[in-house]
């Protein structure tokens, strides 16, 4: 812009812009500034060349990408150029060789890297080189060497590779990836020991191990047992992390007692007692605070465990996490209260409608309808209040919601009726909710008669501006094919209907159809493009410019287009310039709409697009040669994009994941057909998979084991990975490789392990069944076992509970599922089909119903185990959940409606939390926070400050001050503050909360909403008061002078011509008495006195000697005495002054107010009596003007008196407004008028 404005011109100006639906581009401006009639504008084009920066971009990092993938592969990568010369020695390479690239012959190699053949013995000869290999057209698979490399032990490694070529067949180079196989080796080799079958006794103390532990995962449930004799303690899995402690050695009693809180530790140790001298069970909800710091709700069961002897030897029992249960149902009271806070606290009128009728209005509805309470309208038809114009429309709105549940409503603008019959406009909107057992609607209002007001002033006041042409990044031509649309009527005429077919027949119709083209005008973009001298220069040389068969087949499409009937055409075409220069542009073709009938005008875009084509031409060239790369390496490589899909994988990722490339791209990591394992055998979290964490830390990750479960075996690999960022350091890939360790991983796990496990595993059979039992009864989860060699089924004892059937009765699998309604049982059929036919295990919530006729809902999970490829068992767990299902859909309804209400109020809810401490956070934040933060609810959620520091500094302490009293007196939250937008714009906000103390902080539910524009116009307003006030002043005052103008005039020249004219007449009497008519003089004489009385009293009336000589107190009794005498009032002043020392301003304003009151009583008020009295209060001054006339009606406002000198009694309001002073009328029709006037005397503002 300062280009422009200094030079007069810009050229060739890059910026980013963001279009109006938020995308991001690059635009290319150049601009001059002309003059045209006189008046001078500004004229420019835009070019985009996003896609060429983006070419250029994607081009280099493609190269920074192949480094850094290079770089951070845990295998070596070496490569080799066209002419056998080395170029790349990865970080891994050099460790391994111990040196980097040497400038040495082929025939060196072996020797100075330390190649070697398998034995480690004998020196590679130079045929036998890997990359040497490859380089001469071989492909290399799996050939192992040995490299020694100085100081480090020998290493044995797997080397895969190839040469690489471009399309056209032409050699670029070779490449060999080398993988470290020698701890693989060493354990293949040591591998001794053989496989021992434990089936039959572990099957057993698997069934029950997997029950425990899935119904201790489900559940959070762990079992204990206390040996009375040894005071040993053992713990299982769940308990230890309960405990918030790693699993090991169980703390001592009086640890575990210290972690119930609350009053929760004396309750347990007389259960414990108890249950000990009474041996008598307890379960207890007990308040517990774990090694973590986390409080916790538990549910502790014990049992007491007898000897043959009736003698008590030992405790066991169970131990549950119930916190999310409390929460569930705490929230669900929370939910209900916020809900009816959230629906009082709303500024917006809100009702909720069933069968038609009210069922409840906040206060705000209330007010609207101009009722006293809620119980005026409660059961009325709401339609009443509506007019009836609208009736239709809204019936048929309601209508078409009940019947599509799947419309958003739209607000509904309508007229509303009071009680008082007064038509308001309003904007409704609905949702359908369930009420007090009914269908009915939540329905919200907003006034919106301001807004129509304004809108009628808005299209009473558009005026229509004319705009100047928008001048495209491109050459323009105008040109006229109304010749071409004659030719095309002719050939229609003749019977022609595809053109494409004609003009494929009749090639020289075309070329005859080209000359027929006028280019009626050209812009100057094409100079440079076109590489011509000027515009002249342009045209002479259009047939030169598309002489080329790929530039006649274009033209040719083109003209079948138009002939058509299209009225737009666009493709890439190439051209050659003046120079000889090829060039690629990019063609559009508009008819302008006022000649789709003749073609007189067409208008011709072209963008040079050349250099775009060559890049997009370098960036094919560089993925080629790096998926050749990728291709050869022995790692497998996968690329994530932002969102964990996958966008690419290599040949080898594709062998070590069982699959195929076309199985595998386009997956996200959570569609995996398996899951993914730590190293320990532990199921691996998706929020933990090396993808996510790369993408949440934005850093590397090396040499990460990791388990793939694969439906017919596992894989193990190890991973590494780096994520891949755009110039704002935004991660837009994520490139992870990893190598097979399988086998090696399989051998480790066959040398570890141990005989004991079985010895170990048939002691806890015993232990394993009770705490299995007792921990269904608690979790209501139940485990099954069918073996689907017998068909023998194996139910626990909480399955028998679930399914109220007999004990030692399982049913079989057909009669199982009988035990599922109609429209579950296709679900649980199919998931069993697929379990025992595809090995695919299941986890799936459906709806049950008992032997008893109990409807209830259950969690069934499946596993299945296979043998040579077939499944020969089936087991798992099942749940009773029916409370969870009860109390997430009450949740569910409840959030349901509060999201109803957030989304449809003005402004953001919140729910704002101060603690003790001080520290504070947002809990809940409406969608609502977009609108008026420019924040995402999530983003606020995460980080309050982000809004905190939007707040204008001059605010702050204002807003602190304000949270603070409400925090401390529980008062209701009111505040008005400016904020700074991220978008720079500032913005007015109200909050309004209610705040509510819960244990040892307050949380408000507020609603914030934008106020801008009632600020704005409060800012408009008070300018125009103050504009108002200056000129009502100044107008006083003129007027003041031109009364004291017009009686000195009066005095000094009128008056004095009359007396000396009366002297005159007299003299003259007296002089030529006989000789005159005297009684003719007398009448001449008598109406010399009366003008002379008339223009003395028009003097006092319009600037009164008195008020600027003897001051104000003197003046109001002149007055007094005058108007009594002149209008026959009985008046009386009376005042607690004697003398008043005023500004000139003060005295003429306070004087005239009272004048221009006193001549209203007089005029209107058919008054007999009139009270004046002036009196001082300390520093206030009071005046009161009273009469006993006919009244007027107080409601109609005041109104301005055309006929009188000054603004009547509008005129009044203003002159006491500026003395900073109130007015205040007492009247009624029939009753009389008091008027009282207040200020501050002596004010700052005018001494």
């Given at each position: 812009?300062?280009?422009?404005?200094?030079?007069?011109?810009?050229?060739?100006?890059?910026?980013?812009?963001?279009?109006?639906?938020?995308?991001?581009?690059?635009?290319?401006?150049?601009?001059?500034?002309?003059?045209?009639?006189?008046?001078?504008?500004?004229?420019?084009?835009?070019?985009?060349?996003?896609?060429?920066?983006?070419?250029?971009?994607?081009?280099?990092?493609?190269?920074?990408?192949?480094?850094?993938?290079?770089?951070?592969?845990?295998?070596?990568?070496?490569?080799?150029?066209?002419?056998?010369?080395?170029?790349?020695?990865?970080?891994?390479?050099?460790?391994?060789?111990?040196?980097?690239?040497?400038?040495?012959?082929?025939?060196?190699?072996?020797?100075?890297?330390?190649?070697?053949?398998?034995?480690?013995?004998?020196?590679?000869?130079?045929?036998?080189?890997?990359?040497?290999?490859?380089?001469?057209?071989?492909?290399?698979?799996?050939?192992?060497?040995?490299?020694?490399?100085?100081?480090?032990?020998?290493?044995?490694?797997?080397?895969?590779?190839?040469?690489?070529?471009?399309?056209?067949?032409?050699?670029?180079g070779a490449v060999i990836v080398m993988t470290d196989i020698t701890q693989e080796r060493i354990i293949e080799n040591n591998l001794k020991k053989s496989e021992s079958d434990l089936r039959k006794a572990l099957m057993e103390v698997e069934r029950n191990e997997f029950?425990?532990?899935?119904?201790?995962?489900?559940?959070?449930?762990?079992?204990?047992?206390?040996?009375?004799?040894?005071?040993?303690?053992?713990?299982?899995?769940?308990?230890?992390?309960?405990?918030?402690?790693?699993?090991?050695?169980?703390?001592?009693?009086?640890?575990?007692?210290?972690?119930?809180?609350?009053?929760?530790?004396?309750?347990?140790?007389?259960?414990?007692?108890?249950?000990?001298?009474?041996?008598?069970?307890?379960?207890?909800?007990?308040?517990?605070?774990?090694?973590?710091?986390?409080?916790?709700?538990?549910?502790?069961?014990?049992?007491?465990?007898?000897?043959?002897?009736?003698?008590?030897?030992?405790?066991?029992?169970?131990?549950?996490?119930?916190?999310?249960?409390?929460?569930?149902?705490?929230?669900?009271?929370?939910?209900?209260?916020?809900?009816?806070?959230?629906?009082?606290?709303?500024?917006?009128?809100?009702?909720?409608?069933?069968?038609?009728?009210?069922?409840?209005?906040?206060?705000?509805?209330?007010?609207?309808?101009?009722?006293?309470?809620?119980?005026?309208?409660?059961?009325?038809?709401?339609?009443?209040?509506?007019?009836?114009?609208?009736?239709?429309?809204?019936?048929?709105?309601?209508?078409?919601?009940?019947?599509?549940?799947?419309?958003?409503?739209?607000?509904?603008?309508?007229?509303?009726?009071?009680?008082?019959?007064?038509?308001?406009?309003?904007?409704?909107?609905?949702?359908?909710?369930?009420?007090?057992?009914?269908?009915?609607?939540?329905?919200?209002?907003?006034?919106?008669?301001?807004?129509?007001?304004?809108?009628?002033?808005?299209?009473?006041?558009?005026?229509?501006?004319?705009?100047?042409?928008?001048?495209?990044?491109?050459?323009?031509?105008?040109?006229?094919?109304?010749?071409?649309?004659?030719?095309?009527?002719?050939?229609?005429?003749?019977?022609?209907?595809?053109?494409?077919?004609?003009?494929?027949?009749?090639?020289?119709?075309?070329?005859?159809?080209?000359?027929?083209?006028?280019?009626?005008?050209?812009?100057?973009?094409?100079?440079?493009?076109?590489?011509?001298?000027?515009?002249?220069?342009?045209?002479?040389?259009?047939?030169?410019?598309?002489?080329?068969?790929?530039?006649?087949?274009?033209?040719?499409?083109?003209?079948?287009?138009?002939?058509?009937?299209?009225?737009?055409?666009?493709?890439?075409?190439?051209?050659?310039?003046?120079?000889?220069?090829?060039?690629?542009?990019?063609?559009?073709?508009?008819?302008?709409?006022?000649?789709?009938?003749?073609?007189?005008?067409?208008?011709?875009?072209?963008?040079?697009?050349?250099?775009?084509?060559?890049?997009?031409?370098?960036?094919?060239?560089?993925?080629?040669?790096?998926?050749?790369?990728?291709?050869?390496?022995?790692?497998?490589?996968?690329?994530?994009?932002?969102?964990?899909?996958?966008?690419?994988?290599?040949?080898?990722?594709?062998?070590?994941?069982?699959?195929?490339?076309?199985?595998?791209?386009?997956?996200?990591?959570?569609?995996?057909?398996?899951?993914?394992?730590?190293?320990?055998?532990?199921?691996?979290?998706?929020?933990?998979?090396?993808?996510?964490?790369?993408?949440?830390?934005?850093?590397?990750?090396?040499?990460?084991?990791?388990?793939?479960?694969?439906?017919?075996?596992?894989?193990?690999?190890?991973?590494?990975?780096?994520?891949?960022?755009?110039?704002?350091?935004?991660?837009?890939?994520?490139?992870?490789?990893?190598?097979?360790?399988?086998?090696?991983?399989?051998?480790?796990?066959?040398?570890?392990?141990?005989?004991?496990?079985?010895?170990?595993?048939?002691?806890?059979?015993?232990?394993?069944?009770?705490?299995?039992?007792?921990?269904?009864?608690?979790?209501?989860?139940?485990?099954?076992?069918?073996?689907?060699?017998?068909?023998?089924?194996?139910?626990?004892?909480?399955?028998?509970?679930?399914?109220?059937?007999?004990?030692?009765?399982?049913?079989?699998?057909?009669?199982?599922?009988?035990?599922?309604?109609?429209?579950?049982?296709?679900?649980?059929?199919?998931?069993?089909?697929?379990?025992?036919?595809?090995?695919?295990?299941?986890?799936?919530?459906?709806?049950?119903?008992?032997?008893?006729?109990?409807?209830?809902?259950?969690?069934?999970?499946g596993q299945v185990q296979v043998k040579e490829g077939v499944a020969i068992r089936l087991f798992g767990t099942i749940q009773d959940i029916t409370n969870l299902k009860k109390t997430q859909l009450e949740i569910e309804k409840t959030n349901d409606l509060l999201e109803?209400?957030?989304?449809?109020?003005?402004?953001?809810?919140?729910?704002?939390?101060?603690?003790?401490?001080?520290?504070?956070?947002?809990?809940?934040?409406?969608?609502?926070?977009?609108?008026?933060?420019?924040?995402?609810?999530?983003?606020?959620?995460?980080?309050?400050?982000?809004?905190?520091?939007?707040?204008?500094?001059?605010?702050?302490?204002?807003?602190?001050?304000?949270?603070?009293?409400?925090?401390?007196?529980?008062?209701?939250?009111?505040?008005?503050?400016?904020?700074?937008?991220?978008?720079?714009?500032?913005?007015?906000?109200?909050?309004?909360?209610?705040?509510?103390?819960?244990?040892?902080?307050?949380?408000?539910?507020?609603?914030?909403?934008?106020?801008?524009?009632?600020?704005?116009?409060?800012?408009?307003?008070?300018?125009?008061?103050?504009?108002?006030?200056?000129?009502?002043?100044?107008?006083?005052?003129?007027?003041?002078?031109?009364?004291?103008?017009?009686?000195?005039?009066?005095?000094?020249?009128?008056?004095?011509?009359?007396?000396?004219?009366?002297?005159?007449?007299?003299?003259?009497?007296?002089?030529?008495?006989?000789?005159?008519?005297?009684?003719?003089?007398?009448?001449?004489?008598?109406?010399?006195?009366?003008?002379?009385?008339?223009?003395?009293?028009?003097?006092?009336?319009?600037?009164?000697?008195?008020?600027?000589?003897?001051?104000?107190?003197?003046?109001?009794?002149?007055?007094?005495?005058?108007?009594?005498?002149?209008?026959?009032?009985?008046?009386?002043?009376?005042?607690?002054?004697?003398?008043?020392?005023?500004?000139?301003?003060?005295?003429?304003?306070?004087?005239?107010?009272?004048?221009?009151?006193?001549?209203?009583?007089?005029?209107?008020?058919?008054?007999?009596?009139?009270?004046?009295?002036?009196?001082?209060?300390?520093?206030?001054?009071?005046?009161?003007?009273?009469?006993?006339?006919?009244?007027?009606?107080?409601?109609?406002?005041?109104?301005?008196?055309?006929?009188?000198?000054?603004?009547?009694?509008?005129?009044?309001?203003?002159?006491?407004?500026?003395?900073?002073?109130?007015?205040?009328?007492?009247?009624?029709?029939?009753?009389?008028?008091?008027?009282?006037?207040?200020?501050?005397?002596?004010?700052?503002?005018?001494?």
């Amino acid at each position: 812009g300062q280009q422009l404005i200094k030079n007069g011109k810009v050229k060739d100006f890059e910026a980013e812009f963001v279009t109006k639906s938020g995308e991001d581009r690059i635009w290319k401006t150049s601009g001059e500034i002309v003059q045209i009639n006189n008046e001078k504008y500004i004229l420019g084009i835009i070019e985009d060349v996003t896609e060429m920066r983006i070419a250029e971009l994607e081009l280099k990092r493609q190269s920074e990408f192949i480094h850094t993938m290079t770089e951070n592969q845990p295998a070596g990568i070496v490569a080799c150029d066209a002419v056998g010369k080395l170029v790349l020695f990865n970080k891994a390479a050099k460790e391994w060789h111990g040196i980097d690239i040497l400038k040495i012959s082929q025939d060196q190699w072996a020797e100075n890297y330390g190649l070697y053949r398998e034995d480690g013995k004998t020196i590679l000869e130079m045929d036998d080189i890997p990359l040497i290999k490859a380089f001469k057209g071989k492909k290399v698979e799996n050939y192992e060497m040995v490299i020694k490399a100085v100081g480090q032990k020998p290493r044995l490694v797997s080397c895969n590779g190839a040469s690489f070529f471009e399309k056209s067949g032409k050699r670029l180079g070779a490449v060999i990836v080398m993988t470290d196989i020698t701890q693989e080796r060493i354990i293949e080799n040591n591998l001794k020991k053989s496989e021992s079958d434990l089936r039959k006794a572990l099957m057993e103390v698997e069934r029950n191990e997997f029950l425990l532990n899935e119904a201790g995962r489900m559940a959070k449930i762990g079992a204990w047992e206390f040996d009375l004799a040894t005071q040993e303690i053992r713990w299982s899995d769940q308990v230890f992390e309960l405990h918030g402690i790693a699993k090991g050695e169980v703390p001592d009693f009086d640890f575990i007692m210290s972690c119930y809180i609350d009053g929760s530790e004396e309750i347990l140790r007389n259960a414990i007692e108890e249950c000990i001298n009474q041996k008598k069970k307890y379960e207890l909800e007990l308040r517990f605070e774990n090694a973590r710091k986390e409080k916790l709700w538990v549910k502790a069961i014990g049992y007491p465990i007898m000897n043959e002897k009736d003698e008590i030897v030992s405790l066991r029992g169970v131990v549950q996490d119930i916190t999310e249960q409390k929460k569930k149902e705490n929230e669900l009271k929370f939910s209900e209260k916020r809900f009816r806070a959230m629906i009082e606290g709303a500024p917006d009128p809100i009702f909720i409608q069933t069968n038609k009728c009210f069922a409840y209005l906040n206060k705000h509805a209330v007010n609207l309808f101009g009722a006293k309470d809620e119980k005026e309208l409660i059961g009325k038809p709401v339609l009443d209040f509506f007019h009836p114009d609208f009736h239709k429309a809204a019936l048929e709105r309601i209508k078409k919601l009940n019947s599509d549940k799947t419309l958003v409503p739209e607000p509904f603008e309508q007229i509303l009726i009071k009680l008082n019959g007064k038509e308001v406009w309003v904007e409704t909107k609905g949702e359908p909710i369930f009420f007090n057992n009914e269908n009915g609607g939540l329905v919200f209002i907003r006034d919106i008669s301001f807004r129509k007001n304004a809108e009628k002033e808005l299209r009473d006041s558009e005026k229509r501006y004319k705009t100047l042409f928008e001048n495209q990044p491109t050459i323009i031509w105008e040109e006229d094919f109304s010749d071409l649309k004659k030719q095309f009527d002719d050939l229609k005429k003749e019977g022609v209907e595809d053109f494409n077919i004609y003009f494929d027949q009749h090639p020289e119709v075309v070329k005859e159809l080209a000359a027929k083209v006028k280019v009626v005008e050209v812009n100057s973009t094409g100079i440079e493009i076109l590489e011509a001298e000027s515009k002249e220069d342009i045209v002479k040389n259009i047939p030169y410019y598309f002489d080329s068969d790929e530039a006649w087949l274009k033209f040719k499409e083109e003209l079948v287009a138009l002939a058509h009937g299209e009225v737009s055409f666009q493709c890439e075409i190439p051209i050659r310039t003046v120079k000889g220069n090829s060039k690629t542009l990019y063609l559009k073709l508009i008819v302008h709409p006022d000649y789709t009938n003749d073609l007189k005008k067409v208008v011709v875009t072209f963008q040079d697009i050349s250099e775009i084509k060559k890049a997009e031409k370098e960036l094919r060239d560089s993925e080629y040669k790096l998926k050749e790369l990728l291709n050869n390496l022995d790692s497998g490589i996968v690329i994530h994009a932002a969102d964990t899909s996958i966008i690419f994988n290599n040949q080898k990722a594709a062998e070590i994941l069982r699959s195929s490339y076309d199985k595998i791209t386009g997956k996200h990591v959570f569609d995996y057909p398996w899951n993914f394992l730590n190293e320990d055998g532990s199921i691996l979290s998706l929020e933990d998979y090396p993808v996510n964490q790369i993408l949440k830390r934005k850093e590397v990750i090396k040499n990460m084991v990791i388990g793939m479960n694969h439906k017919e075996n596992t894989i193990w690999a190890i991973l590494s990975g780096f994520p891949v960022f755009n110039e704002k350091r935004e991660i837009i890939e994520v490139v992870t490789s990893f190598i097979d360790i399988t086998a090696q991983v399989e051998a480790n796990l066959r040398l570890t392990e141990n005989e004991a496990e079985l010895k170990m595993a048939l002691t806890e059979i015993e232990r394993s069944e009770f705490f299995l039992n007792e921990t269904g009864k608690l979790s209501k989860i139940g485990g099954w076992d069918l073996d689907l060699t017998t068909m023998t089924p194996y139910f626990s004892e909480e399955t028998y509970r679930i399914y109220e059937i007999p004990h030692g009765k399982p049913p079989k699998l057909e009669d199982g599922i009988l035990f599922y309604p109609i429209e579950a049982r296709e679900l649980v059929q199919k998931a069993v089909s697929d379990a025992i036919e595809k090995h695919i295990n299941y986890d799936i919530e459906v709806p049950f119903i008992t032997a008893k006729g109990k409807h209830i809902w259950v969690r069934t999970i499946g596993q299945v185990q296979v043998k040579e490829g077939v499944a020969i068992r089936l087991f798992g767990t099942i749940q009773d959940i029916t409370n969870l299902k009860k109390t997430q859909l009450e949740i569910e309804k409840t959030n349901d409606l509060l999201e109803a209400i957030t989304n449809n109020l003005p402004g953001a809810v919140i729910q704002y939390k101060m603690n003790s401490d001080g520290s504070d956070a947002l809990t809940y934040v409406s969608s609502g926070s977009n609108e008026i933060w420019g924040i995402k609810p999530e983003e606020a959620l995460k980080d309050n400050s982000k809004i905190w520091n939007q707040i204008d500094k001059n605010s702050i302490d204002e807003v602190n001050d304000s949270l603070q009293k409400s925090y401390l007196n529980l008062s209701p939250w009111n505040v008005e503050f400016k904020s700074k937008l991220p978008n720079g714009k500032n913005k007015w906000i109200q909050g309004i909360g209610t705040p509510k103390k819960i244990d040892d902080s307050v949380i408000w539910s507020s609603i914030m909403l934008d106020i801008t524009n009632r600020k704005e116009a409060d800012e408009s307003i008070k300018k125009y008061q103050e504009s108002l006030q200056k000129l009502t002043i100044e107008l006083s005052l003129i007027e003041e002078k031109q009364r004291k103008d017009i009686a000195a005039n009066i005095h000094d020249h009128l008056s004095q011509s009359l007396v000396i004219s009366k002297m005159k007449v007299r003299e003259f009497i007296k002089k030529n008495n006989s000789s005159l008519n005297v009684q003719d003089l007398t009448t001449v004489i008598q109406h010399l006195s009366d003008a002379i009385e008339n223009s003395r009293k028009i003097t006092y009336d319009l600037s009164p000697p008195v008020l600027y000589e003897l001051g104000l107190i003197e003046t109001l009794y002149w007055l007094a005495e005058k108007t009594q005498k002149e209008h026959g009032l009985k008046v009386s002043f009376n005042t607690n002054q004697e003398y008043l020392k005023l500004s000139e301003k003060e005295l003429i304003l306070i004087f005239r107010t009272i004048q221009e009151l006193i001549n209203n009583t007089i005029k209107h008020a058919k008054a007999t009596e009139l009270i004046i009295k002036l009196n001082i209060q300390v520093t206030l001054f009071e005046i009161l003007i009273a009469d006993n006339g006919i009244g007027f009606d107080e409601d109609l406002g005041i109104k301005t008196e055309k006929n009188n000198t000054g603004f009547g009694l509008f005129s009044v309001k203003e002159r006491i407004q500026n003395l900073f002073g109130t007015i205040d009328f007492d009247t009624a029709i029939g009753k009389g008028t008091r008027v009282k006037i207040t200020f501050p005397l002596n004010s700052s503002k005018y001494n």
